[in-house]
């Protein structure tokens, strides 16, 4: 991967960080809970369309990662975003950042700081991005079976949620390590 790097990167150790968004919002998805077999439990279900966008990223090696909640998914939040991975990559590193091919991903107005590299998976690979599966983990942990109220109870929640993941260092490697991923 060293060769794919801009010159100014070339020598310096190298962090592979995963981007991507998800959506939270009032309208919910469905969710498996622990049930009497032939009972109907009940579960709060939201009809209204409110949400906020979790940007996040992470670095299973460190075991940290960088998140932002915005209001759109677009160029503007991704380039909010950029900025915090860049502040979080190592001092003195360089960062590979593997996020898919989303319209704003490959936008021209994006910022890309200069200790950043994206690098775009394949289409139709979501399988790839272990942030997806950051997601997954939220949603059954963390936002399911919740009625949020207003578009800042999406937010705390949102925030809430990622807070809890980043306090758990050992959580984001378990959910996001891959061996095809490493860098040493």
């Not at 060293?2 to 968004?21: S, V």
């Not at 990223?57 to 960088?66: F, H, S």
Request: net charge negative; with cysteine; proline share 6%.
């Amino acid at each position: 991967m060293n060769d794919k790097l801009p010159e100014h990167a070339r020598g310096k150790p190298l962090e592979i960080w995963f981007q991507d968004e998800a959506r939270v919002g009032q309208k919910g998805s469905l969710t498996r809970i622990w049930a009497r077999r032939g009972s109907r439990p009940r579960a709060p279900r939201d009809t209204r369309y409110e949400s906020a966008y979790i940007f996040g990223a992470v670095c299973a090696e460190r075991r940290t990662g960088a998140g932002i909640v915005m209001p759109y998914a677009n160029a503007e939040a991704l380039n909010a975003h950029l900025a915090e991975i860049s502040r979080c990559v190592a001092e003195s590193s360089h960062a590979a950042l593997v996020l898919d091919g989303a319209g704003w991903h490959i936008a021209g107005e994006l910022v890309i700081p200069e200790n950043i590299t994206l690098v775009h998976l394949p289409s139709y690979s979501p399988e790839l991005n272990p942030v997806e599966n950051v997601w997954e983990y939220m949603r059954q942990n963390k936002l399911a079976l919740r009625v949020h109220q207003t578009y800042d109870d999406i937010v705390d929640a949102c925030c809430r949620a990622w807070n809890d993941l980043i306090a758990t260092p050992d959580c984001i490697a378990s959910i996001t390590a891959r061996p095809w991923a490493a860098v040493s």
